[in-house]
């Protein structure tokens, strides 16, 4: 999908409730895509700096993650309560869709948390920048969020 074709969704949503659950990745600079949404449509949740995590959590490989996941479902509750509260639409601007990819998290909870007729979730993947040299023991791949988040959403909801 291009960004035009994302105007065309973003406007009907902005006019009315659509039926559905709507999910998108952003794969651009995050200042476009709020040039698209606009301010009042637009609610921003940074997954690196707006969640807060016991600092007594399980250590292991799925203890994390899931604490991650408790913490999305209150703020995701909270966001949908609010949007519910005053019947109006909302599009929940995912920042920090990393955190996703790197502790594999599905998008369930955004699911059955959030999404509905009046609200949409658009995941940010910024565009890489110019690399710098990383030493051999780091392993990175500019692209693995969006192709992580890729194979959670449908092809066409990819916005380029």
Not at 27 to 55: H, M, S, T, Y
Not at 76 to 104: G, N, P, W
């Amino acid at each position: 999908m291009n960004a035009e074709e994302f105007k065309k969704v973003v406007s009907e949503l902005k006019e009315r409730p659509v039926p559905g659950k709507h999910v998108y990745v952003w794969n651009g600079d995050e200042n476009a895509l709020f040039e698209i949404v606009g301010k009042g449509l637009a609610r921003e949740f940074d997954l690196a700096k707006d969640i807060q995590v016991d600092g007594s959590y399980d250590h292991s490989e799925t203890g994390f993650p899931r604490l991650i996941e408790k913490a999305f479902e209150r703020r995701l509750f909270e966001f949908y309560s609010e949007v519910s509260d005053l019947k109006k639409q909302q599009i929940l601007i995912v920042s920090s869709s990393s955190i996703l990819a790197r502790y594999k998290m599905g998008l369930t909870v955004f699911y059955d948390y959030y999404l509905g007729d009046r609200t949409m979730v658009v995941f940010v993947v910024p565009k890489p920048q110019v690399l710098a040299n990383f030493p051999d023991y780091v392993r990175y791949d500019p692209d693995e969020t969006l192709k992580y988040l890729g194979n959670l959403v449908q092809p066409e909801n990819i916005v380029e």
